[in-house]
């Protein structure tokens, strides 16, 4: 026979389980929202871009930036972003105030935890111009945007609200060492890079 407690007992495990279930669909739900708007279409040195993906960067449960990935055709892994030729463009929109020297560390650390050392070690000069680059702004502030464009033969220029930040530096190499930093196997953030990679 089921008792008044029991009754009380099954309702309370249903209506946690259900409360759970409903509070997994909405950080779900909100870690695929992107607040920013991203354009469809894009063109680097005037070859047409398409947006391959787009995602937000959280740390804990705070919004860092808005990402999107453009390039010349669609792709939904990392080996076939990489193999693409062509142009690439990421764009990004700051959510909140970022250290600029926080914001290149950390790109080194992604550098460093989805390439091999030796081919770190190979592009040192790149990657510190890329520190010099994000240190050189003491914050970026929500709202602000920012860059990286790849152009093959020449290289990747970075970009914050819009200016070039000097020449193009390094290679193609390089390039897709930065590109792993979000869609590696050490990614900055696994639901960006899922969103990044149309996934």
Same mark, same amino acid.
């Given at each position: 026979?089921?008792?008044?407690?029991?009754?009380?007992?099954? &309702?309370?495990v249903?209506t *946690?389980?259900l409360? #759970?279930?409903?509070?997994? /669909?909405?950080?779900? $739900?909100?870690?695929? %929202?992107?607040?920013s708007?991203?354009e469809?279409?894009a063109?680097?040195?005037?070859?047409?871009?398409?947006?391959n993906g787009?995602?937000?960067r959280?740390?804990a449960?705070f919004?860092l930036?808005?990402m999107?990935l453009?390039?010349?055709?669609?792709?939904?892994?990392?080996?076939?972003?990489?193999?693409?030729?062509g142009p690439?463009?990421?764009?990004?929109?700051a959510?909140?105030?970022l250290?600029?020297?926080?914001l290149?560390? &950390?790109f080194?650390?992604? *550098?460093?935890?989805? #390439?091999?050392?030796?081919? /770190?070690?190979?592009h $040192?000069?790149?990657? %510190?111009r890329?520190i010099e680059i994000f240190?050189?702004?003491?914050?970026?502030?929500?709202?602000?945007?920012?860059a990286?464009?790849?152009?093959p033969?020449?290289?990747?220029?970075?970009?914050?609200?819009g200016?070039a930040q000097g020449?193009?530096i390094?290679?193609?190499?390089?390039f897709?060492m930065?590109?792993?930093?979000w869609i590696g196997?050490?990614?900055?953030d696994?639901k960006?890079?899922?969103?990044l990679l149309?996934?």
């Amino acid at each position: 026979m089921t008792t008044p407690t029991h009754h009380h007992l099954r &309702a309370s495990v249903l209506t *946690l389980a259900l409360w #759970s279930a409903i509070g997994t /669909v909405a950080v779900q $739900a909100h870690a695929a %929202t992107v607040s920013s708007n991203f354009e469809a279409k894009a063109a680097v040195q005037g070859v047409p871009l398409q947006l391959n993906g787009a995602g937000t960067r959280y740390k804990a449960i705070f919004r860092l930036y808005d990402m999107a990935l453009y390039t010349s055709a669609k792709g939904n892994t990392p080996e076939a972003i990489i193999a693409m030729p062509g142009p690439k463009r990421l764009s990004f929109v700051a959510l909140r105030d970022l250290p600029g020297t926080d914001l290149g560390i &950390a790109f080194i650390k992604g *550098l460093t935890n989805n #390439s091999p050392a030796d081919q /770190v070690q190979k592009h $040192a000069a790149s990657s %510190t111009r890329l520190i010099e680059i994000f240190s050189g702004k003491p914050k970026l502030t929500a709202g602000d945007t920012f860059a990286m464009e790849f152009v093959p033969g020449k290289g990747t220029t970075f970009y914050i609200q819009g200016q070039a930040q000097g020449a193009p530096i390094g290679d193609a190499e390089f390039f897709d060492m930065v590109l792993k930093i979000w869609i590696g196997p050490v990614p900055a953030d696994f639901k960006l890079k899922d969103a990044l990679l149309g996934l």
